[in-house]
């Protein structure tokens, strides 16, 4: 009976990861232009029907407008701290500090009020970026200032995203500027990439910054934006990209024809498309625990990152854990995965995540004694493959 259950058990998981696919949420009739998490809650803003919430996942949403003018588009998200900040198409900018339950209007700065298409927070300072430049507000959104130092006129600022002490904002027909002084004045950082290139998204990933355009696809810089080298093998022609999101060393492009993934530094990209029918023109993409979020023009679609763009083996030689059954601990031995660098996951048998961490020795202790008893599977995830051994805690 044991054998029968543990291999059940790990067949359950292998089916969860190797078949993820996407599957379209409740929320699939609007379109949604961006996304903001806080916690459990996922905002999602949409192109003429306002602002809605969901606290489970995904699997259901509630519109949250009260407050908001005639629930217009909302173009742009950001939190900050328990803030929520939304960025609309025609009435300037709103706050909720309770959750979605009510939006303020704080437009004290703005003339007019500006269509808003990019935020970003640095510090206690909000960055907007609209159709008239870049604005910045130091008081949580009373009051916003017009800081456009070294920008070209006329200069709509498409995307920001900040790194350290960074910002970069993505410009239409305008390239991609860096603020090192808090936005005080903005330089050209363009090295590298077509004159005169619109950006479409901007995304931080350690010492990389991610650059998606209109029409000639990604564009990667490592030092700073002092130069950027074109990432587009395996993308789907037109290249073009809207958003990004990043987990760890994978990072997900979203364009007008689907989701396409790297997890070698953009050396090349893989659809990750299964099940994603008719909506694949990604507008904006979040993670939030193991799920992804794709915005698209038919709502809001989700799967699970577990697996995706990996190689998953049920290896008996690669991966030893003993005591099994086990009482309190078990042991970890890798061998022979040409990593330095691991991530863990460990599940139960209906697939709940129990722990995740990241290891660099090839072995090591993991404490169980606090889980429930029954069968448990680890994954041992490198950088292209997933191995996946299953034990009993007793």
């Given at each position: 009976?044991?054998?029968?259950?543990?291999?059940?058990?790990?067949?359950?998981?292998?089916?969860?990861?190797?078949?993820?696919?996407?599957?379209?949420?409740?929320?699939?009739?609007?379109?949604?232009?961006?996304?903001?998490?806080?916690?459990?809650?996922?905002?999602?803003?949409?192109?003429?029907?306002?602002?809605?919430?969901?606290?489970?996942?995904?699997?259901?949403?509630?519109?949250?407008?009260?407050?908001?003018?005639?629930?217009?588009?909302?173009?742009?998200?950001?939190?900050?701290?328990?803030?929520?900040?939304?960025?609309?198409?025609?009435?300037?900018?709103?706050?909720?500090?309770?959750?979605?339950?009510?939006?303020?209007?704080?437009?004290?700065?703005?003339?007019?009020?500006?269509?808003?298409?990019?935020?970003?927070?640095?510090?206690?300072?909000?960055?907007?970026?609209?159709?008239?430049?870049?604005?910045?507000?130091?008081?949580?959104?009373?009051?916003?200032?017009?800081?456009?130092?070294?920008?070209?006129?006329?200069?709509?600022?498409?995307?920001?995203?900040?790194?350290?002490?960074?910002?970069?904002?993505?410009?239409?027909?305008?390239?991609?500027?860096?603020?090192?002084?808090?936005?005080?004045?903005?330089?050209?950082?363009?090295?590298?990439?077509?004159?005169?290139?619109?950006?479409?998204?901007?995304?931080?990933?350690?010492?990389?910054?991610?650059?998606?355009?209109?029409?000639?696809?990604?564009?990667?810089?490592?030092?700073?934006?002092?130069?950027?080298?074109?990432?587009?093998?395996?993308?789907?022609?037109?290249?073009?990209?809207?958003?990004?999101?990043?987990?760890?060393?994978?990072?997900?492009?979203?364009?007008?024809?689907?989701?396409?993934?790297?997890?070698?530094?953009?050396?090349?990209?893989?659809?990750?498309?299964?099940?994603?029918?008719?909506?694949t023109d990604i507008r904006t993409l979040a993670i939030n625990g193991n799920t992804i979020f794709a915005g698209t023009?038919?709502?809001?679609?989700?799967?699970?990152?577990?697996?995706?763009?990996?190689?998953?083996?049920?290896?008996?030689?690669?991966?030893?854990?003993?005591?099994?059954?086990?009482?309190?601990?078990?042991?970890?031995?890798?061998?022979?995965?040409?990593?330095?660098?691991?991530?863990?996951?460990?599940?139960?048998?209906?697939?709940?995540?129990?722990?995740?961490?990241?290891?660099?020795?090839?072995?090591?202790?993991?404490?169980?004694?606090?889980f429930p008893k029954g069968v448990y599977v680890i994954e041992i995830k490198t950088v292209k493959r997933i191995f996946v051994k299953n034990f009993v805690k007793e």
């Amino acid at each position: 009976m044991k054998k029968l259950f543990t291999t059940f058990a790990l067949l359950t998981i292998l089916c969860l990861s190797v078949n993820a696919q996407w599957q379209q949420t409740s929320l699939d009739s609007t379109s949604v232009l961006c996304f903001a998490i806080n916690g459990n809650n996922i905002f999602a803003g949409t192109q003429s029907n306002g602002v809605y919430l969901s606290s489970n996942g995904g699997s259901s949403w509630d519109t949250v407008n009260t407050g908001l003018s005639y629930n217009y588009g909302v173009n742009a998200l950001v939190k900050k701290g328990d803030t929520i900040f939304a960025g609309t198409g025609f009435y300037g900018m709103f706050l909720s500090s309770n959750n979605g339950s009510s939006w303020v209007a704080i437009n004290n700065g703005f003339t007019p009020y500006p269509t808003i298409y990019a935020l970003a927070v640095i510090g206690n300072n909000i960055f907007a970026g609209t159709g008239n430049g870049m604005y910045m507000s130091s008081n949580n959104g009373n009051s916003w200032t017009i800081v456009n130092t070294g920008l070209p006129t006329p200069n709509r600022v498409n995307a920001l995203t900040i790194n350290g002490s960074n910002i970069f904002a993505g410009l239409v027909d305008g390239g991609i500027y860096l603020s090192t002084n808090n936005g005080t004045s903005w330089a050209a950082v363009n090295t590298g990439m077509p004159s005169g290139v619109t950006i479409y998204a901007l995304a931080a990933s350690g010492n990389d910054i991610w650059s998606g355009t209109s029409s000639v696809g990604v564009y990667l810089s490592s030092n700073n934006g002092n130069s950027w080298t074109a990432k587009n093998t395996g993308l789907a022609y037109p290249y073009n990209a809207s958003t990004f999101a990043v987990s760890g060393s994978e990072i997900f492009a979203g364009t007008g024809q689907g989701v396409f993934l790297s997890s070698n530094n953009g050396n090349n990209w893989t659809a990750e498309n299964k099940s994603l029918t008719d909506s694949t023109d990604i507008r904006t993409l979040a993670i939030n625990g193991n799920t992804i979020f794709a915005g698209t023009f038919g709502g809001v679609w989700k799967t699970s990152i577990v697996g995706l763009g990996f190689e998953e083996i049920n290896s008996e030689n690669n991966i030893k854990v003993y005591p099994d059954p086990a009482t309190n601990y078990i042991n970890i031995d890798i061998e022979d995965l040409r990593s330095t660098n691991f991530d863990l996951l460990m599940y139960d048998v209906v697939g709940n995540l129990f722990l995740e961490k990241n290891l660099e020795n090839v072995k090591t202790s993991i404490d169980v004694s606090s889980f429930p008893k029954g069968v448990y599977v680890i994954e041992i995830k490198t950088v292209k493959r997933i191995f996946v051994k299953n034990f009993v805690k007793e």
